[in-house]
């Protein structure tokens, strides 16, 4: 019996070998289409209509410092031991952790932190609550947090749905791009090529009104854009040359190009209704400006790779 079965393995196993010899010698592994993943929420074809600047107030112009205290600051707080901050953990440069010591980091981070340092009187006593920019108003709106640092513009809309700081930072909108793509700027592109962006930024408004022909994209955290540009999907990136050098510095084959559409002011936003925090963190804001903290933070995150000065901030008060 055990010969038996020795032969008939022997048998099959040569049936096996014949069979491979005889199939076609050209035979080549089955095509499989295999789908693009994209980032949930993309929207391919946006409502969009070209953005003037809106003139209904003075977007710059915040609260003046006055005489609130720290204490009266804290006071506002939903914690008073605790300041919760709304930030990117996913923005080279500018907010993200760093995988080295897994902690956060970028020039919006140094930014929050001394706020903290100013309102708390300890850095530590702080509570990071990383979120998209889709989520940034709601995050207020919802009480979820207390003020939000995350290369968010002030605009006269947004104006009507939270408090703004004055301006802690002056950026503009540019192009990202490979570094093989001939993509010289936004008003060149032609309409059979993409431009990602993210849906709650403000962006879209200025693609179309640059340039009214090209396909913008939307998604709801713009660092997505990165990935749909690396997969091909889109021909550019369209946001803040911020966020932009970021990811250049990121991906090496990519680059900014093309003039600034836009400017952008960054703010950072508290409830509304919370002008006591506002003019605490504005009094915070210039002290940092005047002692060289924020020239430091500046030449430590975004000198080189945006290859430039610092553009001058305005600090504007409505009273």
């Not at 074809?45 to 809106?54: G, I, R, V, W, Y």
């Not at 990071?128 to 920019?133: E, I, R």
């Not at 749909?228 to 999907?233: H, P």
């Not at 510095?249 to 919370?274: C, H, M, R």
Request: with cysteine; proline share 7%.
């Amino acid at each position: 019996m055990i010969r038996f079965a020795r032969t008939a393995v022997a048998a099959a196993a040569a049936c096996l070998v014949m069979t491979a010899c005889t199939g076609p010698a050209n035979m080549e592994p089955p095509q499989v289409d295999v789908p693009t993943p994209l980032p949930e929420g993309i929207e391919f074809a946006p409502e969009a209509s070209p953005s003037d600047p809106d003139t209904s107030c003075d977007p710059l112009a915040s609260y003046s410092p006055g005489s609130v205290t720290a204490e009266q600051a804290r006071a506002t707080l939903d914690n008073p031991d605790q300041i919760s901050i709304g930030i990117s953990q996913s923005t080279n440069l500018m907010g993200y952790r760093d995988p080295e010591t897994n902690t956060l980091a970028g020039f919006d981070i140094d930014i929050a932190t001394a706020m903290v340092q100013a309102i708390m009187g300890d850095a530590t006593k702080v509570r990071w609550v990383p979120m998209t920019s889709g989520e940034r108003e709601p995050a207020l709106a919802e009480d979820r947090v207390d003020m939000v640092v995350r290369t968010m513009s002030i605009t006269c809309e947004r104006w009507q749905n939270v408090e703004f700081s004055t301006e802690y930072y002056h950026a503009g909108q540019r192009l990202l791009v490979s570094r093989d793509s001939e993509i010289a700027g936004l008003a060149e592109m032609t309409s059979d090529q993409l431009v990602c962006t993210g849906a709650s930024s403000t962006s879209v408004g200025n693609i179309v009104k640059v340039n009214p022909e090209v396909q913008p994209v939307t998604v709801p955290d713009f660092n997505d854009c990165l990935v749909l540009l690396q997969q091909g999907t889109v021909d550019a990136v369209a946001i803040d040359d911020t966020i932009l050098a970021g990811m250049a510095v990121q991906d090496p084959t990519l680059e900014v190009v093309g003039e600034a559409f836009s400017v952008e002011s960054y703010g950072i936003a508290f409830q509304k209704g919370n002008t006591d925090l506002a003019r605490f963190v504005n009094g915070a804001l210039a002290a940092m400006i005047a002692d060289g903290r924020w020239q430091a933070a500046y030449d430590e995150w975004l000198a080189e790779p945006l290859a430039m000065d610092a553009a001058p901030l305005t600090t504007k008060y409505r009273d």
